[in-house]
């Protein structure tokens, strides 16, 4: 997700699981070659505007497994977490991952403690049945030096231990400034890796966001084999208009090579999770974009 899904997360502030991580039913319908998903934002006006008509749309096409990308007081899509919880069992999805911005709000220094706020996303959660909880993106002001984004770190891994107590686990979703800014002349992606546990945080990779950073997904597998449990897929072309270099496009359009990413993320990257996300969908609708990339990981044999 890039600078615009940003925005939008911010003010709302998707092979099998192994049984050791992951115990629960969702493994009866794990796939040998992983779970495909899509991230909701990829039609969030759809989402917006008529959230259980998209969604019965989307079962139709074929997909079983979503991440969602709105949270607001405590409600998903406009429902509360028991009644969309309903929805998506009348309808046999699954909300395998989410997004909400973990923000320096969320931790009280002097208690050393989560908020309540918080405490109640990582709940709702649960009720969903979500095996990922994902933060897509962090403020400024937890980057600005290299000791406090090492706090925050940490930070990081204590809402891993959080999660792990409802059987979940944190994640963090990056955009392209991990991959460009530095701090002490470390990439923040870098000093990220390191930092995290991988036991109790994921990274979910965009295989598309980091261009604008300046990296190359096939590299990032490359350089981090088995960290990336779950990822983004997407695929990337040159914009024509807007403050970035690139933006997203139908799977296996753009420059991404979407398909050897994906391939070796299986082989290497120890992936089991693939969310499908598209933010911009050149002359289609957004509904037809979402159906040819679920068409697209199919005929690739995901």
């Not at 046999?92 to 002097?110: A, F, P």
């Not at 208690?111 to 649960?126: G, H, Q």
Request: with cysteine; charged share 25%.
């Amino acid at each position: 997700m890039k600078t615009s899904r940003r925005t939008f997360v911010k003010a709302g502030t998707l092979a099998a699981i192994g049984t050791a991580i992951f115990p629960g039913s969702i493994l009866s319908c794990a796939r040998p070659k992983g779970m495909v998903g899509l991230q909701l934002y990829s039609v969030r006006a759809e989402m917006s505007k008529d959230p259980l008509g998209s969604l019965t749309l989307l079962a139709k096409m074929g997909y079983v497994y979503v991440e969602h990308a709105n949270y607001i007081d405590r409600k998903f899509y406009g429902y509360t977490a028991p009644e969309f919880k309903k929805v998506l069992d009348r309808l046999g999805l699954k909300m395998i991952s989410g997004h909400t911005v973990m923000g320096r709000q969320h931790w009280d220094d002097s208690k050393k403690d989560f908020s309540d706020s918080w405490k109640f996303t990582i709940d709702d959660a649960a009720t969903l049945g979500q095996k990922w909880v994902i933060s897509p993106s962090m403020d400024g002001s937890m980057r600005k030096t290299y000791d406090d984004f090492k706090r925050y770190m940490d930070i990081f891994n204590k809402c891993g231990k959080l999660c792990k107590k409802s059987g979940m686990k944190f994640g963090y979703h990056n955009h392209d400034f991990e991959f460009s800014e530095k701090l002490n002349d470390e990439k923040l992606f870098d000093i990220m890796m390191k930092s995290l546990d991988p036991n109790l945080v994921a990274m979910q990779l965009d295989i598309g966001n980091l261009y604008n950073g300046g990296a190359v997904a096939l590299d990032v597998m490359n350089q981090y084999p088995g960290r990336f449990e779950i990822i983004h897929v997407k695929d990337e072309i040159a914009a024509t208009s807007g403050n970035e270099k690139y933006i997203s496009t139908i799977l296996g359009d753009g420059i991404v090579n979407t398909k050897k990413v994906l391939d070796l993320a299986k082989k290497i990257g120890g992936t089991n999770c693939y969310i499908i996300e598209q933010e911009s969908y050149g002359d289609k609708t957004p509904m037809d974009c979402v159906k040819e990339d679920l068409d697209n990981m199919k005929k690739w044999g995901y």
